[in-house]
């Protein structure tokens, strides 16, 4: 049986491979905390503060083998990674989906707004260690959700 270098980092790394998900080597290595905005679902009668963006803009993350290294809550031990397709309904924990008052935006346009290049099949990686998942924004750049705002990191 002959695998390909991903598929052996894949099985590696532990992740599951799709025919559609990139694999692991796809989010391997050292990404940068580059930007940041408020989230579609923040309720806009009370804006998140701005402390975290200011902890966490600038800072390193580093998806290897034994771990998640980053700043809290981002770094993990011992992930279990697992790479998928997903819609746009199930990033963010599917508040692109839904809101608190019980309205039903539309996921697909809210990740087209956010800039997915592909925003009806998204590739997510979990980690499996934190409550965080990361979505492929576009080949470099990863989203992910925390404290009602939206964070891009761009692969260093």
Not at 65 to 71: D, F, L, N, T
Not at 75 to 102: N, S, T
């Amino acid at each position: 049986m002959h695998l390909s270098t991903g598929a052996i980092v894949a099985l590696a790394l532990g992740t599951s491979v799709s025919p559609h998900a990139a694999d692991m080597s796809a989010f391997a290595g050292t990404w940068v905390i580059a930007s940041e905005v408020v989230a579609p679902w923040a309720d806009p009668g009370q804006p998140p503060g701005r402390e975290e963006p200011r902890r966490l803009i600038g800072k390193q993350v580093r998806f290897t083998p034994a771990r998640v290294i980053g700043p809290a809550p981002i770094g993990c031990a011992a992930p279990v990674y697992k790479v998928e397709d997903v819609g746009p309904d199930m990033i963010f924990e599917g508040e692109l989906a839904e809101r608190r008052d019980g309205t039903t935006p539309d996921a697909l346009a809210s990740a087209t707004r956010l800039g997915f290049a592909h925003p009806d099949r998204i590739v997510t990686l979990d980690a499996g260690c934190t409550e965080l998942q990361f979505h492929e924004l576009r080949p470099g750049a990863l989203a992910f959700g925390l404290n009602n705002r939206v964070y891009t990191m761009q692969r260093k």
